[in-house]
C-alpha cells in the first residue's frame, strides 16, 4: 500500500525519502529512499510474496516445520525490501547480507537431506564472501568520498570515476553482486539451491534475491558507469553467463534444473543490458526484470504442483499430465509462450528491446547480438520442455498423489496470465513503472515506446529466428538428445568449490595439530615466537633501538641485590633439583620485591610478597606428587629453547628500557592524581584507578582467574572420581 500510494511521486520523476539517524560519527544513518526503481522492485517483492504465502498454504501443509519455513519467508521478504528501499550503502549492506542469512534456512529447510544442507550451505559461503567483497569496496567509496549517502554520491559520481581507487571499489564491489546474480564464475550454487521447495525456487531464485545483484548494479550506475571498463566488464560477463547458462538448461532433465540455469542466462541478459549502458538497454533491462518474474515464477511454482501430483520431475519420464491437471496446463503453457517472447506477451516487447539495444552498441558489435540469438533459442527449446513437454501425450494410469486445490493454481495463474494481460496496460505500466525505473538509472528521461510492432527490421528478424530455431530444437529433440550432453568436468566452478573446501578443511586439521598439540611446551613455544616476531617488527620500524642508558646506581646493595636476582634466575634454569629451582626462583620474586621497595612501589612490592609466598607453598606441596626428576630433552632442545628465550628476553628488555627513555607527558598521571580523591573517594592513587577508574578492565581479569579456578576443579573432581571407581 505504502509503494502504491507514492506512484504518483516516482511517476514523476521524484522520490520520498525518510532518515533515521543511528550511527552519525561513522555516516551510517538508517536513509529509506524510494524512487522508481526501488518502487519496481518494492512493488515485485511485496506482491509476488504475497502470492507466494497464498501458494505455500497448500504446497507446504504437509511437512512439518511451517511456522519455521514462515518465520523465515517473511523475514526474508522484508531483508529484500529493505535492500531496495535503502539510501545508504551500509544499510543496504546489512539488509544484503540478512537476505543471505534467511535464504539459508529456506533453502536447507530440508535439513534432513544431505543434499539441502549442502546446498544451503553453499549458497550461504558463495554469496556471504561476495557480500564481504561489497562491504570493502563500499569502504573504499567511503574513504574517495567521505559518504555512504547514494543520494551524495550520485550527486559526486566524477569524483569516484577519478579516483585512483575507482578499479579498485569497481571490482570488490562487482564480485558482490555477481556472486548473488549468479554470474559466471559463481552460477553454480543456483542449480544446487533447487534443493530448496518449490515456492522458495519461485520467490527467492526467480524474481526477487538473485535479482539483488542486478538491482545493485542498476543502483549505482549513476556512481559507476559510464567508463569503457565498466561497460565491457559487465557486457562481458553477462555474455558468457547468459550463453552458458542456456547451454546448459538444455542438459538438464529436472524440472527445477531447467528453470534454474535458464535464471542464471536471464541474469546473465539483465548484466548485459546494464553493460550496454544505453536508455534504450536500461528500459529494456527494467521491462526484463518485470516480465521475467512474470513467466519464470509460474513455472517454479507449477513444477511443484506437478512434483506433488506425480512424485517425479524428470522431464523425459512426465507426460499426458494434461488429463490430470488442464489448468495447470493452461496455465504452463501461457507460461512457456510468454517465456519465449510470443506476442502478445510482454516479454516480446522485452526480446524486442533487447534485440535492439544489442544492435546499438559500440562494444564486441556483431558478438552480442549473435549471442543473444543463441541464448534465446537454447531459452525457448528449454522453455517448451520445462512448461509445454510434461502435459501432452496419451493418458498414463497413476494414482495422484496429492490434491490440488484452489489456493494451489492461483498464483500460478495470476502470474502466468499477468505475462499477457499486461498487454492492455502497457501504456500505464510503462508511465508508472518502466521509464520512472530506467530513469533511475541513466538519470534523464528514457522513454521508449512500448509497442508490438517497431516495424520489419534486424531486430525483428532476430525474434523470427528465436522461434524458428527454438521450435525446430524441440520438435527434433529426439534427434539432438541434449540431455546427453554432459557440462560438468573437474574444472567447473562447482568443483572448484569443492576442491577449495577440501582445502580448507585439510589446512584447519594441519594448523590445529600444530597450534594446539596439547603440549604446553608447544603452546608457550608458538606465543613467545609470534610476540617476538611481532614485537622485533616495532622496534626496527619505530626506530627505538638507539637508547640512552644510564646503569648508575645508589649504593653497593644495588649492584648485589640485581646481581643476586638475575644469577638465581640463571641458576633457576639449570638446576637438577625441582626444590633448589624453587629455592632460587623464591630469590627472583622477593628480590623483585625489594626492588619495587626501594623504587617507590610499596603497593606493588606487597602483591609480590604475597604472590611469591602463596607460589613456594603451593610448589613446595605438590613437590612430592610429581615423578622423579629427569633430564629427557636432547642438546637441539635445549639449544633451541635458550635462543627462543634469549631472544624473547632481549626483545623485552629494549622494550622496558624504551619505555623508561620515552619523555612521559604527565598529563594522564596529574589527572588521576588529581581527581582519585575527588571522583573515587580514594587516597591510593594506583588502587583507585585498578577498582574504580578501569574497573572494568580489573573485572575482566577476576572473571579470568574465575573461570581459570572452575576448570582446575572440574580436573581434580574428574581425577577424585575416576579414582574411587578405580
Known amino acids: ?156 559520481s566524477d569524483i569516484i570515476k577519478a579516483s585512483p581507487l575507482y578499479n579498485t571499489a569497481l571490482i570488490l564491489i562487482l564480485a558482490g553482486a555477481f556472486t548473488k546474480s549468479a554470474q559466471v564464475p559463481f552460477h553454480f550454487w543456483l542449480p544446487n539451491a533447487m534443493e530448496a521447495p518449490a515456492p522458495v525456487s519461485a520467490y527467492l531464485h526467480s524474481a526477487t534475491m538473485v535479482k539483488a545483484g542486478v538491482f545493485l548494479l542498476m543502483r549505482l550506475t549513476p556512481v559507476l558507469g559510464d567508463k569503457d571498463i565498466w561497460n565491457i566488464t559487465l557486457i562481458s560477463f553477462g555474455m558468457v553467463t547468459m550463453l552458458l547458462g542456456a547451454a546448459m538448461s538444455v542438459a538438464q532433465k529436472d524440472l527445477k534444473k531447467i528453470l534454474a540455469y535458464t535464471t542464471i542466462s536471464a541474469l546473465g541478459t539483465l548484466v548485459l543490458l546494464i553493460g550496454i549502458g544505453t536508455p534504450l538497454s536500461y528500459s529494456a533491462a527494467v521491462l526484463f526484470v518485470l516480465s521475467h518474474a512474470l513467466y519464470k515464477g509460474p513455472l517454479f511454482l507449477i513444477a511443484g504442483i506437478i512434483d506433488k501430483k506425480t512424485g517425479s520431475r524428470d522431464v523425459l519420464s512426465l507426460s499426458g499430465l494434461y488429463h490430470y491437471m488442464p489448468a495447470v496446463a493452461v496455465f504452463s503453457f501461457l507460461a512457456a509462450f510468454s517465456f519465449s517472447g510470443f506476442p502478445p506477451f510482454i516479454n516480446f516487447i522485452s526480446k524486442e528491446l533487447s534485440y535492439k539495444a544489442s544492435l546499438d552498441t559500440k562494444f564486441y558489435f556483431i558478438l552480442i547480438p549473435l549471442f543473444m540469438l543463441v541464448s534465446n533459442i537454447l531459452s525457448m527449446y528449454s522453455a517448451f520442455m520445462a512448461g509445454i513437454k510434461p502435459f501432452p501425450g496419451i493418458k498414463e494410469e497413476f494414482k495422484p498423489k496429492y490434491k490440488i486445490d484452489f489456493a494451489f493454481i492461483l498464483a500460478p495463474a495470476i502470474l502466468s496470465v499477468g505475462g499477457i494481460a499486461t498487454v492492455f496496460f502497457t501504456g500505464i505500466l510503462d508511465n508508472n513503472l518502466i521509464s520512472p525505473a530506467a530513469k533511475s538509472i541513466f538519470l534523464v528521461d528514457t522513454a521508449v515506446e512500448m509497442t508490438y510492432w517497431y516495424g520489419f527490421n534486424t531486430a525483428f528478424i532476430l525474434s523470427l529466428l528465436t522461434f524458428a530455431g527454438g521450435y525446430l530444437l524441440y520438435k527434433y529433440r529426439d534427434i539432438f538428445k541434449f540431455y546427453n550432453i554432459v557440462f560438468i568436468s573437474k574444472a567447473a566452478p562447482s568443483k572448484i568449490y569443492d576442491y577449495f573446501l577440501s582445502s580448507v578443511k585439510f589446512i584447519s586439521y594441519w594448523q590445529t595439530r600444530i597450534l594446539q598439540s596439547g603440549f604446553l611446551r608447544y603452546y608457550i613455544i608458538i606465543i613467545v615466537t609470534f610476540l ?134 604527565p598529563e594522564v598521571a596529574n589527572y588521576y592524581a588529581e581527581f582519585s580523591k575527588i571522583l573515587a573517594n580514594g587516597r591510593n592513587v594506583v588502587n583507585v584507578i585498578l577498582v574504580d577508574f578501569r574497573a572494568l578492565d580489573t573485572l575482566g581479569e577476576i572473571t579470568v582467574l574465575a573461570v581459570a579456578a572452575l576448570g582446575i576443579f572440574g580436573l581434580l573432581k574428574l581425577t577424585v572420581k575416576n579414582k574411587i571407581k578405580g
Open 1 to 156: 500500500i505504502f509503494l502504491i500510494y507514492n506512484i504518483g511521486i516516482t511517476s514523476n520523476g521524484g522520490h520520498f525519502t525518510e532518515e533515521f539517524l543511528w550511527f552519525e560519527n561513522l555516516n551510517v544513518n538508517l536513509l529509506f529512499y524510494v524512487d522508481g526503481l526501488s518502487l519496481l522492485f518494492g512493488m515485485i517483492i511485496t506482491l509476488f510474496g504475497a502470492l507466494i504465502s497464498v501458494y505455500s498454504n497448500s504446497y507446504m501443509k504437509s511437512y512439518q516445520g511451517v511456522g519455521r519455513y514462515y518465520l523465515w519467508l517473511i523475514f526474508f521478504a522484508g531483508s529484500m525490501l529493505g535492500v531496495v528501499i535503502s539510501g545508504n550503502l551500509i544499510t543496504l549492506f546489512i539488509f544484503w547480507e540478512l537476505t543471505s542469512f534467511s535464504s539459508y534456512f529456506l533453502i536447507g529447510f530440508f535439513n534432513e537431506k544431505e543434499k539441502s544442507r549442502y546446498a544451503a550451505m553453499q549458497a550461504l559461503l558463495v554469496t556471504g564472501l561476495g557480500g564481504l567483497a561489497l562491504l570493502a569496496g563500499f569502504i573504499f567509496i567511503y574513504i574517495i568520498t567521505g559518504s555512504f549517502d547514494i543520494r551524495y554520491l550520485i550527486l559526486h
Open 532 to 665: 617476538s616476531v611481532t614485537l622485533a617488527a616495532v622496534i626496527i620500524q619505530g626506530n627505538i633501538i638507539n637508547l640512552t642508558l644510564d646503569f648508575r646506581f645508589e649504593g653497593i646493595y644495588e649492584i648485589v641485590l640485581f646481581s643476586g636476582v638475575m644469577a638465581s634466575a640463571i641458576l633457576a634454569t639449570v638446576s637438577r633439583s625441582r626444590l633448589s629451582a624453587v629455592v632460587f626462583l623464591g630469590v627472583v620474586g622477593y628480590g623483585m620485591a625489594v626492588i619495587f621497595v626501594l623504587h617507590g612501589a610499596p603497593d606493588l612490592a606487597i602483591t609480590q610478597f604475597t604472590i611469591e609466598t602463596l607460589t613456594v607453598i603451593i610448589f613446595v606441596l605438590i613437590l612430592y606428587r610429581l615423578p622423579k626428576f629427569s633430564n629427557i630433552s636432547d642438546r637441539k632442545t635445549k639449544t633451541r629453547d635458550w635462543f627462543i628465550a634469549s631472544v624473547f628476553g632481549l626483545i623485552m628488555t629494549i622494550i622496558t628500557l624504551a619505555v623508561v627513555s620515552t619523555d612521559m607527558k
